[in-house]
């Protein structure tokens, strides 16, 4: 399926630490390659319900942060299909997760440890 261009955030989507509940019936489409990510992803800040802390993946493979009290530096990678981050969030290591992306709208849904793990949904902007 071909997707359309949004520009490009976050996930970092990422910080699930931030998590909120995925949500019921949304069509979820899984992003398979790094060119689909950059396309509809990187750049974009993702923030989950009711947090003031918004992450962004640039293009570039760096992530950053905005807002809450603790900056995320780090870097991520596409590999086998999957979103591979690491870093810190302040002095706290952040330690390397791939992850399984789908995206629906504005809405990202991250799925933690290949898939396997804990799943958010972010909002992007």
Same mark, same amino acid.
């Not at 493979?61 to 870093?87: A, D, H, M, Q, V």
């Not at 992306?101 to 849904?109: F, H, R, T, V």
């Given at each position: 399926?071909?997707? +359309? ?5 976050? =996930? =970092? ?6 998590? @909120? +509940?995925?949500?019921? /019936? ?6 398979? @390659? ?6 509809? #992803? ?11 802390? $918004? ?5 570039? *493979?760096?992530? @950053?942060?905005? *807002?809450? $009290?603790?900056?995320? $530096?780090?870097?991520? +990678?596409? !590999? ?5 981050? !690491?870093? +810190?969030?302040?002095? !706290?290591?952040? !330690?390397?997760?791939?992850? &399984? ?5 504005? $809405?990202?849904? &991250? /799925?933690? /440890? ?5 799943? #958010? ?5």
């Amino acid at each position: 399926m071909k997707f +359309t261009h949004i520009a490009l955030t976050a =996930v =970092v989507l990422t910080v699930s630490a931030c998590a @909120t +509940t995925p949500a019921e /019936n949304v069509a979820y489409e899984r992003i398979t @390659t790094k060119e689909q990510y950059i396309e509809l #992803v990187a750049g974009r800040a993702a923030k989950s319900k009711g947090s003031d802390f $918004s992450s962004t993946a640039l293009a570039d *493979g760096t992530l @950053t942060s905005t *807002g809450g $009290s603790k900056k995320l $530096s780090g870097t991520w +990678t596409w !590999e086998e299909g999957y979103f591979c981050r !690491e870093g +810190t969030i302040g002095s !706290e290591p952040l !330690e390397r997760d791939c992850q &399984v992306i789908e995206i629906a709208g504005d $809405s990202l849904k &991250v /799925n933690r /440890n290949r898939g396997e793990g804990e799943s #958010v949904i972010l909002k992007l902007k």
